[in-house]
């Protein structure tokens, strides 16, 4: 059965029902957009961009980036049988993934491909057509956590490609919530959704250590402030 689930074919299907099912359910919400304003001038501008969120609200990003006018995105997905299908889920949605994962902070040494991973999402940004600059969408606590601990390696993108920063909350007033450790939301139709945006600066290119864990101590507050504000924004139980 396992073998069954995992073939290319099912992962396939379930990859076209998940699609589906998001779809549905961005239809039939109603949206709260804040800030949108700031954001629509980054889009216009198309530079780099390196775009953050929690790793629990991930199943709402894609409503809130529109390819038609936005930078070109891409993901990260791990290289495991999870990561197999989030590749799948994101390309249908017009995404391009890159494979890899960040090294277990218990031990280093264990990257599963994190560095490749980083230098291809490099080399990604600076080939953009035409002068156009891409985006990354990345999770900061991603993806095995800790809750809302925001890695040093989504800043070290933005150094070294000079794009801009933005973090995004996103929340939905009908949701499951399952008890794993990044609190994942899956939303549910007929909601109202807020998304609330903030754009920052590039990390400079010459920031030194203190300051570069300073700044992501920073950023990690103003990731979990907005993605606070977005619940408040939706009516989102607590």
Same mark, same amino acid.
């Given at each position: 059965?396992?073998?069954?689930?995992?073939?290319?074919?099912?992962?396939?299907?379930?990859?076209?029902?998940?699609?589906?099912?998001? =779809?549905?359910?961005?239809?039939?919400?109603?949206? *709260?957009?804040?800030?949108?304003?700031?954001?629509?001038?980054?889009?216009?501008? =198309?530079?780099?961009?390196?775009? /953050?969120?929690?790793?629990?609200? #991930?199943?709402? *990003?894609?409503?809130?980036?529109?390819?038609?006018?936005?930078?070109?995105?891409?993901?990260?997905?791990?290289?495991? =049988?999870?990561?197999?299908?989030?590749? #799948?889920?994101?390309?249908?949605?017009?995404?391009?993934?890159?494979?890899?994962?960040?090294?277990?902070?218990? @031990?280093? $040494? =264990?990257?599963?491909?994190?560095?490749?991973?980083?230098?291809? /999402?490099?080399?990604? /940004?600076?080939?953009?057509?035409?002068?156009?600059?891409?985006?990354?969408?990345?999770?900061?606590?991603?993806?095995?956590?800790? %809750?809302?601990? /925001? $890695? !040093?390696?989504? #800043?070290?993108?933005?150094?070294? *490609?000079?794009?801009?920063?933005?973090?995004?909350?996103?929340? $939905?007033?009908?949701?499951?919530?399952?008890? *794993?450790?990044?609190?994942?939301?899956?939303?549910?139709?007929?909601?109202?959704?807020?998304?609330?945006?903030?754009? %920052?600066?590039?990390?400079?290119?010459?920031?030194?250590? @203190?300051?570069?864990?300073?700044?992501?101590?920073?950023?990690?507050?103003?990731?979990?402030?907005? $993605?606070? !504000?977005?619940?408040?924004?939706?009516?989102?139980?607590?």
């Amino acid at each position: 059965m396992k073998s069954l689930i995992n073939s290319k074919p099912v992962q396939n299907l379930i990859a076209i029902l998940v699609v589906a099912y998001l =779809k549905f359910c961005y239809r039939t919400s109603r949206f *709260t957009r804040v800030n949108q304003a700031a954001v629509e001038a980054i889009w216009a501008a =198309k530079g780099p961009v390196v775009l /953050m969120f929690w790793h629990g609200r #991930l199943h709402l *990003t894609h409503a809130c980036w529109p390819l038609d006018r936005a930078q070109a995105v891409c993901v990260l997905a791990s290289l495991s =049988k999870s990561g197999d299908q989030s590749a #799948l889920i994101n390309q249908r949605f017009g995404y391009h993934a890159i494979r890899g994962s960040s090294a277990k902070k218990s @031990d280093p $040494t =264990k990257q599963k491909g994190g560095a490749q991973a980083f230098r291809e /999402m490099l080399r990604w /940004m600076r080939s953009a057509p035409n002068g156009e600059g891409r985006c990354v969408a990345m999770t900061p606590d991603g993806p095995r956590g800790p %809750h809302r601990e /925001m $890695t !040093e390696g989504t #800043l070290k993108l933005s150094q070294m *490609t000079g794009a801009v920063m933005i973090t995004v909350g996103l929340s $939905t007033s009908r949701f499951i919530e399952f008890k *794993t450790w990044d609190r994942m939301r899956v939303p549910l139709p007929f909601g109202h959704v807020a998304i609330v945006w903030e754009v %920052h600066d590039p990390v400079p290119a010459d920031i030194d250590a @203190d300051r570069l864990q300073d700044l992501m101590t920073h950023m990690g507050d103003a990731l979990t402030r907005v $993605t606070d !504000e977005a619940d408040r924004v939706a009516g989102a139980p607590l």
